[in-house]
């Protein structure tokens, strides 16, 4: 039997009562903002109902990842 495993990755997220209208941490992010729970939870719905994505690490970050150096191995 087949099990599907997908990954998630979150990158900076708050709920909605800590984020300010305009966050330091924002300018630095592409999408020009701080993640929230709703954006996680879009991400886990698509995960959960494509049967054909599996193996999948999924990054929420909103392009952090492709703005940052990547560490050193």
Sequence with gaps: MWVPADDGKPGAILPAKHLAPRMPQADTNPVGRIGTPED???A???ALT???M???TLPVDGGQRLVQPCPAS
Aim: proline share 0%.
């Design 50 to 52: 494509n049967a054909f």
């Design 54 to 56: 599996t193996g999948v």
């Design 44 to 46: 886990v719905v698509l």
């Design 40 to 42: 996680v939870a879009q």
